[in-house]
């Protein structure tokens, strides 16, 4: 059975970091793209970021350029997605996403004082 | 980008009626690749269509998909009440991946 479990969401204040990862099983996972995607409260789903299998080409959403880093460990079936300099409109489920396949249960990430 | 729009915004329908829903491109979606996907409230989306017609595993044949070039269609067909829910779809075709604004499905 494919699994994509993401942690690491939480509350944190404006300017703050947070690095979300998504541990996956069941298939395998090194020969796949990845995908970030979010969704606002209460909005539609809105890509963020993805990298290729080998994690040597990434590609960002222009709301997120500069600020969060996308990247992998094949030898531990992860992804990772470090966001730094978080502002309000960051506020969204984040969604670790195999794509047009399998999406994870996805982690809340609040941005707020 | 690709600005897909969907239409209508929301449908109320009943048991046992088909289901018609709209996305249309601001310009071409190359080789048909669009996705529609279901979502219900605090569930993560559901893949339901790829590649414009295909059914994902495990999707009812009541649900289908037509179209190319800037104009899809989902169909779901004799509606039962667990369809209630919102549609999205996305095109996967161009850089950057987008979304449209969804469908909400009611069923009466």
């Known amino acids: 059975e494919v699994q994509l479990v993401e942690s690491g969401g939480g509350l944190v204040q404006p300017g703050g970091s947070l690095r979300l990862s998504c541990v996956a099983s069941?298939?395998?996972?090194?020969?796949?793209?990845m995908h970030w995607v979010r969704q606002a409260p209460g909005k539609g789903p809105v890509w963020v970021s993805r990298i290729n299998s080998d994690g040597s080409s990434v590609y960002y959403a222009d709301s997120v350029k500069g600020r969060f880093t996308i990247s992998r460990d094949n030898a531990q079936n992860t992804l990772y997605l470090q966001m730094n300099s978080l502002r309000a409109e960051d506020t969204a489920v984040y969604y670790c996403?195999?794509?047009?396949?399998?999406w994870g249960q996805g982690t809340l990430v609040t941005v707020s004082s | 980008e690709i600005v897909l729009t969907q239409s209508p915004a929301t449908l109320s329908l009943s048991p046992g009626e088909r289901a018609t829903l709209s996305c249309g491109a601001s310009?071409?979606?190359?080789?048909?690749?669009l996705a529609w996907y279901q979502q219900k409230p605090g569930l993560a989306p559901r893949l339901l269509i790829n590649?414009?017609?295909s059914r994902a595993t495990g999707i009812p044949d009541r649900f289908s998909g037509s179209g190319s070039g800037t104009d899809f269609t989902l169909t779901i067909s004799r509606l039962e009440p667990e369809d209630s829910a919102v549609y999205y779809c996305q095109q996967y075709g161009s850089s950057p991946i987008t979304f449209g604004q969804g469908t909400r499905l009611e069923i009466k």
């Open positions: 590649d414009a017609s």
């Open positions: 069941g298939f395998s996972f090194s020969t796949y793209w």
């Open positions: 996403v195999r794509l047009n396949a399998y």
């Open positions: 310009q071409s979606v190359s080789s048909s690749s």
